[in-house]
Every structure is written in C-alpha cells, then in structure tokens.
C-alpha cells in the first residue's frame, strides 16, 4: 500500500502564495506520475497539474503561468507552488500517484483564497 500526506493548505488573501506539500510512503517501487486535482464545491474534480517519472509537467489552463510542480529530491515527494491566488482557486487540493498502474489519493488540503 502507498500512503501520501499533503500539507500546505490554509487561508489566503487574493494574489497571495501558497505552497502545498505531499509525501508519499510505504511499498513505492516506481512512480510513473504524480500530480495535484482540486475540487471545489459543487464542480467535479479536475486535474490542476501533473509531473511524471521523466519531470515532463503539464498544466490546467486556468493555473498555466502561475503554479508550479516539482518533484523533490526523494523523487516520492511532490510540491505545487500557488501564485497569484485568486477567488475561483478556491477547492479541497488532492495528491494524485500512479504506480505502475494503480492510482493513490491523499485525503485533500483546504484552500481558501478572500477576495
């Protein structure tokens, strides 16, 4: 079983930053992709952005130009840099992991951006 942790949430004025965390742990063998969804209330998750094993991202075109992902180190952690928050980025934000297959959710992070 893999087990993944996300941290970083919290409550931000419009424009501000936030810096959201997942560590992934238990039987990681090879990580194919990772990436970070968000669900507001009402709406479907969507996929805000992806990294996969070779560091290729992709990026929801609502966040293109101002999140970022990154893979750390340890290659079983991923990191999603929110700049310029807005209103609308409002949403429960989800770790997502592929591993050969088989797909891992964290248990969500709560942002909520003020106007």
């Known amino acids: 079983q893999v087990q993944l942790v996300e941290s970083g949430g919290g409550l931000v004025q419009a424009g501000g930053s936030l810096r959201l965390s997942c560590v992934a742990s238990g039987s990681i063998f090879t990580i194919n992709m990772m990436a970070w969804y968000r669900q507001a209330p009402g709406k479907q998750r969507e996929l805000v952005a992806v990294?996969?094993?070779?560091?290729?991202?992709n990026y929801a075109d609502s966040v293109k130009g101002r999140f970022t992902i990154s893979r750390g180190n340890a290659k079983s952690t991923v990191y999603l840099q929110m700049n310029s928050l807005q209103p609308e980025d409002t949403a429960v934000y989800y770790c997502?992991?592929?591993?050969?297959?088989?797909?891992?959710w964290g248990q969500g992070t709560q942002v909520t951006v003020s106007s």
């Open positions: 997502y992991l592929n591993q050969l297959g088989r797909v891992y």
């Open positions: 990294v996969t094993s070779g560091s290729s991202t």
